[in-house]
């Protein structure tokens, strides 16, 4: 039943099923807490990936990567044929796990019943926490893994309050919305799925947080105690005051490495943008990148690339194409094609424009990269605080706004774009031009640069031996050894 080799050695006694929800962004970290568990604490994995139709080639390639004792088992399509095509993307993410639910209880099945291990506990992704319900069932430890922020998670537990608080559509509120550790936020800079309520995509994030708080055992969510402290101390006090919820264990940030291998796999655009940045000045150097799913406007991304050739500041830029279709890696794009005539010729030498996909650990990780512009989705803006790189924010959709509101008021490690200082929500060139140079070069880029260095610190120091992440994992995985002795 498993798609995997056959290991090469005994695999551990003990196993943790994995069950992360559709996209190679939410794959990422539950393959990275799958490489940690092993490596601590010689537990064999076993990650169960549903599949939406979309053909998940990144997926299926990252999931080759993996050592033996890491096995994914891949489940069957779903048809979401049903869906309409303009569905918010957590409304189809969501309907993918609830009809994958069949599927997961077979497969939990198998393993329970095989000869690879016992299974000690189901790991979760919050948008699949129906799947906590089918583990339950089958005895066997539900547990969450929650790859957004604290801040993210807060507003999920508290959403069922805040529905009977505010009969109002939240982004008509007139006061900033405030939840316990948090910094107050406005209304429209909710995630998307909050903004309206008469949606499907709102009345499936309380339905996957209900789940949560009343099915998971414990929630370990992808962010560490020193960046939100805060709001972890909120969600201590809450649990001890009223004597229930679910324990929450910060064991980020689970980053992502790109080892040796990695570099043998990298586009010659990719081995040349490297290259160039080993001949940039130390810090000098703005990398822009949207996401797997980030797009833009026509209209925007030509006020985009105007802006970075009137800042003249030195750039390395992953480009897609504008327009609301989501671009695989595997796509061939062409950039001359859709910039602004005349921009290449205008930015040689200053700026270097990639098509599709960059190697981001190593871009960020690399001294002469001074800021990043960003999507701001969650592992991004860890990947960001951990290689000690300042964010100028520029959120598109989902919870980059929350996290935008974060990074930049709580966190003090980045600058946000002003979608009002232009007509429809554009952000124009002279305003761009100016937040580039104001990260790059300004007081406020000395400012965020220095906070972003002690975050990357802390980072480090959280995910060290002794660190507060390592430990709450380990407080997790005893737990699991405990259960099933």
Not at 84 to 91: E, K, Q, Y
Not at 144 to 169: I, N, R
Not at 199 to 216: C, F, G, P, Q, T
């Amino acid at each position: 039943m498993e798609d995997v080799v056959a290991a090469a050695s005994p695999e551990p006694n003990l196993r943790v099923v994995m069950v992360p929800s559709p996209g190679h962004g939410h794959l990422i970290p539950f393959v990275e807490l799958s490489k940690r568990l092993l490596l601590r604490h010689n537990f064999s994995i076993t990650i169960i990936v549903p599949d939406n139709g979309s053909g998940m080639i990144p997926q299926r390639q990252l999931l080759q990567t993996l050592p033996p004792t890491v096995s994914p088992l891949y489940l069957p399509p779903v048809s979401l044929s049903d869906v309409p095509s303009d569905a918010n993307v957590i409304t189809r993410v969501t309907l993918t796990m609830i009809r994958s639910l069949p599927a997961i209880r077979d497969a939990l099945i198998h393993l329970q019943h095989g000869n690879r291990g016992r299974v000690v506990a189901v790991v979760a992704d919050f948008l699949g926490a129906d799947a906590l319900q089918v583990a339950s069932q089958l005895q066997i430890p539900p547990y969450v893994f929650y790859t957004c922020s604290a801040f993210h998670l807060t507003l999920g537990l508290k959403a069922p309050e805040l529905h009977q608080t505010h009969p109002e559509e939240f982004r008509d509120s007139s006061e900033p919305l405030k939840l316990p550790g948090c910094v107050p936020f406005p209304g429209p800079d909710l995630p998307d799925p909050y903004l309206d309520k008469k949606k499907d995509a709102y009345k499936w994030m309380l339905h996957v947080h209900e789940r949560i708080s009343n099915d998971a055992a414990g929630i370990m969510i992808n962010s560490f105690m020193e960046l939100e402290s805060e709001i972890f101390k909120a969600l201590t006090e809450e649990r001890s005051r009223t004597g229930s919820g679910t324990a929450v264990y910060p064991i980020g940030p689970v980053p992502r490495l790109e080892s040796d291998e990695d570099l043998a796999k990298l586009s010659n655009e990719s081995i040349e943008c490297l290259k160039w940045l080993d001949k940039q000045p130390e810090s000098s150097v703005l990398f822009i990148s949207f996401g797997s799913g980030g797009k833009q406007s026509q209209v925007q991304f030509d006020e985009l690339a105007h802006g970075l050739a009137k800042s003249g500041k030195r750039f390395i830029w992953v480009v897609k194409p504008p327009g609301n279709n989501i671009v695989e890696v595997t796509d061939s794009i062409v950039p001359a094609s859709f910039l602004p005539e005349g921009f290449l010729e205008k930015t040689k030498g200053v700026g270097l424009v990639i098509p599709g996909w960059a190697p981001q650990i190593r871009i960020l990780s690399h001294g002469s990269t001074g800021g990043f512009m960003s999507h701001c989705g969650w592992n991004s803006s860890l990947e960001s605080i951990t290689n000690g790189v300042p964010v100028l924010a520029w959120r598109n959709h989902a919870e980059q706004r929350m996290n935008a509101v974060f990074l930049a008021e709580a966190a003090k490690v980045a600058l946000r774009s002003d979608e009002s200082s232009g007509k429809d929500g554009i952000v124009g060139r002279e305003e761009i031009a100016r937040y580039v140079n104001a990260v790059l070069d300004g007081e406020e880029g000395k400012l965020l640069r220095r906070k972003v260095k002690e975050l990357k610190a802390a980072a480090n120091t959280a995910i060290g031996n002794d660190g507060s992440s390592t430990k709450s994992l380990d407080e997790v995985a005893n737990l699991w050894k405990i259960q099933n002795p």
